[in-house]
């Protein structure tokens, strides 16, 4: 079973602050998507990392893909209020079901 | 919109009774896949189809779970003799072929009483 271990768990933090959320796993993924996800909702795609060693970047996130392609990180930048959610990682095995980690759950406090 | 839908969004029923939803994924998606999320857990897959056809079906799919795609675009997923146990947010996804990335739908929570 490949699993995906993120932590922390809880984060809580004042407005401006920066943070970073880890994904890690014993086993190779061809691929890792992270979603957020709000209350009573589904997931919503933030990213797809493909590459080992990839960075992609939106607005004030930054998502990295380690080199050997069993972890990912997601670092925010002056994190804000509407940055509050639960942040999943996902890993795609052999390109089919998705393995999710437990989730990130970030509150951002003004 | 043309995302992924699902139907109803939360259902509340008495345990014995029978559920179904449903999932409409994105038109030109031949995968769809069912997950179940229980609170403060990531979704867990439950099962997944390739058109018409269903090909991996998890060990949490009890035979009192069913899921159906008959023509390829949208599926149900039933639930027969509910139990408390089958409280949960049930999230429907799809992708198309070649690549790996799932679009969620906004799920159907349901609660059994």
């Known amino acids: ?110 | 919109d043309t995302g992924v839908s699902q139907d109803p969004r939360h259902k509340i029923t008495k345990r014995g009774q029978n559920v179904t939803f449903r999932c409409d994924p994105i038109s030109e998606h031949n995968r769809l896949y069912w997950y179940r999320q229980t609170l403060g857990q990531g979704p867990e897959f439950l099962t997944y189809f390739q058109n018409e056809a269903q090909l991996e079906k998890s060990r949490l799919l009890s035979d009192r779970f069913s899921a159906e795609r008959p023509k390829g675009s949208f599926s149900t997923l039933e639930i027969q003799r509910t139990e408390q146990g089958d409280s949960a947010m049930y999230l429907c996804a799809s992708r198309p072929s070649g690549q790996e990335t799932q679009y969620f739908g906004p799920g159907t929570r349901l609660l059994v009483l």
């Open chain 1, 1 to 110: 079973t490949q699993l995906l271990e993120q932590s922390p768990q809880f984060l809580s933090i004042q407005e401006g602050e920066n943070l970073t959320v880890y994904c890690n796993s014993s086993s190779v993924f061809s691929s890792l998507q992270w979603y957020r996800q709000e209350p009573g909702e589904g997931p919503v795609l933030l990213v797809t990392v493909v590459t080992g060693g990839e960075v992609k970047k939106l607005k004030r996130l930054t998502f990295q893909f380690g080199d050997a392609r069993k972890d990912s990180s997601l670092h925010i930048t002056a994190a804000q209020p509407g940055d509050t959610g639960l942040y999943l990682c996902a890993g795609a095995p052999g390109a089919q079901k998705l393995v999710f980690g437990q989730g990130t759950r970030l509150t951002i406090n003004p």
